[in-house]
């Protein structure tokens, strides 16, 4: 398909809430998209959606054979990522799809292969990695700030009772802990320190039913079966050969709270939750002696994404698409992490140590984009 000069037409699939906040941050911050319409399984959803921000409703067969649509952003529960993302690329529009690309590997790279055949780009979230906290961490570690990275940590906790019964998408297949959530950590880490080489864990699912608790449901007070893994505590080893920690516990209580570090020889970097797209990252320096040790630092950010920006990966691969480029939230970055997230179900299922296979290119920082942006 052939690009537009300056600007992509855009399709939003799927009128949830994640919805409202892509729409918003287009309209605001990416003039190198346009969107055009919208659509779901519910067409009452997305005609709200429409009138909200101004744009047309329609059905997901109307937007596929839509020519002005150039991409479509897919918005919809993993478990329809696949057919939906298939049936986008066979219909020769470039895709970008929110977490994660697939709840399979195998089709995942299905999907790859098809986009490659078509000549289509294909991305996926989260792309929160391209906001300001964990892109000034990246140069921070690029340019030997902390000297040369020896290890990592990552902790999270969050409460399901709540979740579960305020997000009912979290019960289906493929909304675990690990698909969901440990997706934002896992695609930080790669895009920080590089690819995973192998995995052991140990993954649970403790707890099969929930009772709904919130009083506006019209679950409240009803059994939920929530099979879903809910709890993760693992070991991974980069290719680099660093290795470190990632331990989530989903049964436990709210506000989360994330502990998210990158040690090495001449400082420590303390980064905020990857599900955020900024806040402040923490530098503390090596103590070289003296009475005092020197006090941590807040780093600038380096870029301006600090607030909510989802559409920042989508917008990326829109310019990567009218500039011929590499897109940072690429298909073959979101294979991977879904590999490895795979192999911590199969680590945990076996008992056995799984080696990752894929490979991805770290993607490159965010400041070329930016710097597009701000000259457009």
Not at 144 to 152: A, C, D, N
Request: charged share 25%.
């Amino acid at each position: 398909m052939e690009s537009r000069k300056n600007c992509l037409q855009v399709g939003i699939i799927g009128a949830g809430a994640i919805s409202g906040r892509y729409i918003e941050t287009i309209q605001e911050k990416f003039p190198v998209m346009k969107i055009l319409c919208v659509c779901s399984r519910r067409q009452e959803k997305a005609a709200e959606r429409a009138a909200q921000y101004g744009i047309e409703s329609c059905t997901l067969e109307d937007m596929l054979q839509n020519d002005e649509i150039d991409m479509v952003i897919n918005l919809t529960p993993v478990g329809a990522h696949y057919e939906i993302i298939k049936r986008a690329l066979l219909a020769g529009k470039h895709v970008y799809t929110e977490k994660t690309m697939t709840d399979d590997p195998e089709k995942a790279r299905e999907l790859i292969a098809l986009a490659d055949e078509k000549g289509l780009y294909l991305g996926s979230a989260p792309d929160t990695f391209l906001g300001s906290a964990i892109q000034t961490a990246r140069k921070a570690i690029d340019d030997g700030l902390i000297g040369e990275v020896t290890s990592f940590a990552i902790a999270a906790n969050r409460n399901n009772n709540i979740l579960l019964s305020m997000f009912p998408f979290l019960r289906l297949p493929g909304a675990g802990l690990c698909y969901d959530y440990a997706v934002y950590h896992m695609t930080a880490l790669v895009s920080l320190l590089g690819e995973v080489e192998r995995v052991g864990a140990m993954i649970r699912a403790p707890y099969q039913t929930h009772v709904n608790i919130l009083p506006d449901s019209p679950e409240f007070g009803k059994v939920m079966n929530t099979p879903n893994e809910s709890e993760l505590n693992a070991i991974l080893q980069l290719k680099s050969g660093v290795s470190g920690t990632i331990m989530i516990n989903a049964d436990s209580i709210l506000p989360e709270k994330t502990y998210f570090a990158v040690y090495g020889t001449e400082g420590i970097l303390y980064l905020p939750d990857p599900n955020q797209f900024g806040e402040d990252v923490l530098y503390m320096p090596n103590w070289k002696g003296g009475d005092i040790p020197p006090a941590s630092q807040v780093l600038s950010p380096v870029n301006p994404y600090e607030d909510e920006s989802r559409g920042l990966g989508a917008a990326d691969m829109a310019e990567a698409i009218l500039t011929g480029k590499m897109p940072k939230a690429s298909k073959e970055l979101a294979a991977h992490v879904l590999d490895v997230l795979s192999a911590l179900k199969q680590s945990s299922e076996k008992g056995c140590l799984i080696s990752i296979e894929s490979d991805a290119e770290r993607p490159d920082p965010l400041r070329n984009f930016v710097e597009s942006i701000q000259r457009d």
